[in-house]
């Protein structure tokens, strides 16, 4: 059984209602839910990426792009649910065929703009300052917040254009698997209708990785989904499709192969020496 110290987690299900069956729509010329899954595959950082999910197709997806399936349980409630649940579940089953697991990093397929070293450098990131917990970040040059009073006015609330203000995009988060059993167990629910009341979250500060201004698309509706694929081409994948993550991939690896040639032949070379000195 192979080590799995560090593990991507990605929670799709089969009844999305804003955008139906979109974990598995065609962008960028394969399903959506396949771009993570790649993403995390060609990770160094990365030793296992699973797919929680409800539905048969996107499980026959998961499998197809290297990804293991964990199939969660039946819930009632689950189209009221936050994705926490479905990535608790995973956990706690990763957690009891790998007891070492250090390190979690729960993907959502709806954010797929992430570039080759992107979850590499946010795991380096997220070991070097210690963190807890570790999520992506966009800075916002100028920053002006309006709360609607009526139909048709609005009220200015804030103002701000020093970079002092940004959006969590909530594309993926890195954090230990004890971090989130907690997190999730303390929770007085899990609902998104509970969740979208900040007080109800163990804190109000956490460390980010800084994304670039365009990396946000949460792709959730079918505009959103459209426009998602634009930057994607334009920015990351530029006519090469997923190579580009695959030439990522090679490229540590074939670092690493270096490494390791260089380091037998030094190991070489040291016992002839010695056995020559004798």
Request: hydrophobic share 35%.
């Amino acid at each position: 059984m192979n080590e799995v110290k560090t593990a991507a987690i990605i929670p799709v299900r089969g009844g999305s209602k804003r955008l139906p069956r979109k974990n598995v729509k065609m962008f960028c010329g394969h399903p959506l839910m396949a771009w993570v899954i790649i993403q995390a595959k060609c990770s160094k950082n990365i030793d296992e990426v699973y797919v929680t999910t409800d539905d048969d197709e996107m499980e026959q997806i998961a499998l197809k792009y290297g990804a293991k399936v964990i199939r969660r349980p039946y819930w009632e409630d689950a189209d009221a649910a936050s994705a926490n649940r479905p990535i608790y579940h995973a956990v706690k089953k990763i957690k009891e065929e790998h007891p070492e697991l250090k390190t979690i990093i729960s993907i959502l397929a709806t954010n797929p703009l992430n570039k080759p070293d992107d979850l590499d450098k946010a795991i380096d990131m997220f070991y070097k300052i210690g963190a807890d917990t570790l999520s992506p970040f966009i800075k916002q040059r100028e920053t002006y917040i309006y709360k609607v009073t009526s139909n048709s006015m609005v009220r200015l609330i804030l103002a701000d254009n020093k970079y002092h203000y940004g959006t969590m995009t909530g594309g993926w988060c890195i954090t230990t698997p004890e971090w989130y059993m907690n997190y999730y167990e303390s929770l007085s629910s899990d609902l998104d209708s509970v969740l979208d009341n900040p007080e109800v979250w163990p804190s109000i500060e956490t460390y980010f990785y800084p994304l670039e201004y365009w990396q946000y698309a949460d792709v959730d509706t079918q505009e959103e989904f459209e426009f998602g694929e634009l930057l994607m081409e334009h920015y990351i994948l530029k006519g090469q499709g997923m190579k580009v993550y695959e030439d990522y991939r090679d490229s540590w690896q074939n670092i690493e192969i270096e490494n390791n040639e260089d380091e037998i032949l030094n190991k070489v070379s040291k016992h002839f020496g010695n056995v020559n000195q004798q």
